[in-house]
């Protein structure tokens, strides 16, 4: 579960790289209607999805301490 969410925020970090790469060049509405439609509502998502990923890592750590 550490990998997976570690592999995630890593690539999280990467697309906020090349977008503001990309943004510095790209000034009109359409970039605007972009950032505000895919990138936002993915970086909102993915951070949840890291989050969901991190607590459950925590939750499976106890289980199996509560186990053994």
């Given amino acids: 579960m550490s990998l997976g ?3 995630l925020h ?3 970090k ?3 790289a090349h977008w503001e790469e990309a943004r510095s060049d790209w000034r009109d509405q ?3 209607d972009f950032e505000e439609n895919h990138i ?3 970086e909102t998502q993915v951070a949840a999805a890291i989050r ?3 607590r459950l890592a ?4 106890k289980m199996r301490q509560d186990c053994s």
Avoid at 58 to 61: H, N, P, R
């Fill in 14 to 16: 990467n697309l906020r």
């Fill in 58 to 61: 925590d939750i499976l750590v």
């Fill in 10 to 12: 890593h690539a999280l």
């Fill in 40 to 42: 936002k509502p993915l």
């Fill in 5 to 7: 969410s570690a592999e």
């Fill in 52 to 54: 969901g990923m991190e």
């Fill in 30 to 32: 359409v970039r605007q």
